[in-house]
Structure formats: structure tokens, C-alpha cells
């Protein structure tokens, strides 16, 4: 009985959200999103999400070695010692940032994308010009259902 109970509640709660089932159908079938974009494009990606979702900018390589020469001294010699000084420093600062970049243009690669934003779902589905997942994954399903 009180089992019983307890779903009812979590039912109610459920059909009283007028998003709850919206967002449980557009997210069936879905299993990884892959965000790719630049830097200067706004990314609307949700917080809690029942799939894999990851977002790559693959300008950050090119952001990060402005970042690092805005720093270095004009001389050569002077920038190659504070290269060598600041070395573990800059690892640490940019590790995941690099890994992220690099991961994503691999992938943009792997998927043969040519324009961005592009939004790759379950590493099959791409869908140009969108920066917002929520809207994709529905443009994906929809595009399923006409199948």
C-alpha cells in the first residue's frame, strides 16, 4: 500500500510538471550528445541530463596560445626562460582545456563535420546550427519519428 502510494505521488508529481513529460519523451532513445562550437557561440546545455553530454569549443587551442603570448616577454630568450620556468604552472592551468580542445577536434574530424555549431547525437545524427541541446535532441526525435 504504501508502495503504491509513493508512485502515485511521484505520477502526480510528474503529470503536474508541464515539462516532466516533454523532456522524458524527447530524451528517449538518446544516449550521448556532443556539443561542437566556438567559443563565441552561447551553448544552451542542460544541467542534469539521462545521457553522456559533453561540449567541445574547438577554437580553445587557438584561445589558449593567445592567452599564453599576451604573457611572453618580446625577447626570444626571455620567452623561451619563462617557458621553461612557468612550465608546470601552464600544464596545470590548461591541462583539461587542451585535452578538451584536442579531444574535440579529433572528433569533429572523426565525424567529418564542415560548420559549426553541430550537435552529435548517440555519434551518428548531426544537426548544423544549433546551440541548443534540449532543441536538437527534439529535432533529432522528430526526425526519428518520421522514420
Known amino acids: 500500500m504504501r508502495a503504491l502510494a509513493c508512485s502515485w505521488i511521484v505520477a502526480a508529481a510528474t503529470l503536474l510538471s508541464p515539462t516532466a513529460p516533454a523532456f522524458a519523451q524527447a530524451q528517449a ?3 550521448t550528445v556532443e556539443v561542437f562550437a566556438n567559443s563565441a557561440t552561447h ?3 542542460l544541467p542534469q541530463t539521462p545521457y553522456l553530454q ?3 569549443r ?3 587551442m587557438a584561445a589558449i596560445s593567445l592567452q599564453l603570448s ?11 626562460a619563462y617557458m621553461l620556468q612557468a612550465e608546470a604552472q601552464i600544464r596545470k592551468r590548461y591541462k583539461d582545456q587542451i585535452l578538451n580542445a584536442a579531444h574535440g577536434m579529433s572528433l569533429a574530424i ?4 564542415d560548420r559549426l555549431p553541430a550537435i552529435v ?3 551518428s ?10 532543441q536538437a535532441v527534439a529535432l533529432y526525435q522528430q526526425s526519428r519519428g518520421r522514420r
Not at 70 to 80: K, S, Y
Not at 110 to 113: E, G, N, P, S, W
Open 29 to 31: 532513445g538518446v544516449t
Open 43 to 45: 551553448v544552451r546545455a
Open 54 to 56: 559533453r561540449v567541445y
Open 58 to 60: 574547438v577554437d580553445a
Open 70 to 80: 599576451v604573457r611572453l616577454p618580446g625577447d626570444e630568450a626571455q620567452a623561451r
Open 110 to 113: 572523426h565525424y567529418r563535420l
Open 121 to 123: 547525437i548517440n555519434r
Open 125 to 134: 545524427a548531426v544537426i548544423y546550427g544549433v546551440a541548443d541541446v534540449e
